[in-house]
């Protein structure tokens, strides 16, 4: 039964703590995606891989948000220094990115995020 | 820049009904519409994906129509369950971006017994 898993499925931090949210995407998918999701915002794309290299990170804060793809197994969010207005539910997303048009992407359980 | 639009923002029905959920979007040039589904504190189950050069998709109960040229897909869902009580979205690729989503708020159903 092939799914994105994510780690921590919650996290509890304090202000200027460093926080590391782990993705393992599907075998086989290409593409990578981090999302976030508020009340107030909805779920906004934070940041985008192919291939394991970086395609747009425009939706993230640059100067606290950080993401990386160390393999085609593991992509990582990681945010120093928290902040109370990073809590949000963070979810990672994977899909196959071959052919024109069929872009289905598969979502993670998310990484809920509180930052006292 | 593109907007999804989702009409209604909540919905609460008795079971057995026939439900229609709208969404709307602003620019009609996209590869494929997606509907997902969410249920409180969990991550997002994809239910249907249209491709542009196609009308509807159907699984199961749900049928899901596209209609590129007025920007609207509507979500069917024939004789509802209390278990269909969930959150609804719909999104469409990023225009110029095919690969990036842009989600609508959403349309929360409850289906009662």
């Given amino acids: 039964d092939a799914r994105v898993t994510q780690t921590p499925r919650h996290k509890v931090t304090e202000m200027g703590q460093e926080v590391t949210m782990r993705c393992q995407p599907i075998l086989g998918h290409n593409t990578v995606f981090w999302y976030r999701q508020t009340m107030m915002q909805g779920l906004e794309l934070l940041a985008y891989f192919r291939n394991r290299a970086p395609l747009d990170d425009s939706g993230m804060p640059k100067d606290r948000f950080s ?3 160390p393999d085609a197994t593991l992509a990582t969010l990681k945010i120093q220094p928290s902040e109370p207005r990073d809590s949000a539910v963070y979810f990672c997303a994977s899909g196959l990115d071959q052919v024109v048009g069929y872009n289905e992407q598969f ?3 998310g990484t809920r995020l509180t930052v006292l | 820049k593109q907007e999804v639009t989702q009409i209604p923002a909540a919905l609460s029905v008795p079971e057995g009904e026939n439900l229609v959920l709208n ?6 040039a996209i590869y494929n519409l997606q509907w997902f589904r969410q249920d409180p504190g969990k991550g997002l189950t994809s239910l249907l994906l249209i491709q542009s050069s196609q009308r509807e998709q159907t699984s199961g109960r749900l ?6 040229s007025s920007g609207r897909s509507t979500l069917y869902i024939a004789a509802s369950q209390p278990g269909d009580s969930a959150t609804y979205l719909c999104a469409v690729p990023f225009s110029g971006g095919y690969n990036k989503l842009i989600f609508g708020a959403g349309t929360r159903l409850a289906v009662h017994p």
Wanted: charged share 20%.
């Fill in chain 1, 107 to 109: 979502f993670g359980p």
């Fill in chain 2, 63 to 68: 049928n899901a129509s596209l209609d590129k």
């Fill in chain 1, 67 to 69: 993401a990386e793809m």
């Fill in chain 2, 23 to 28: 969404c709307s979007f602003t620019d009609s």
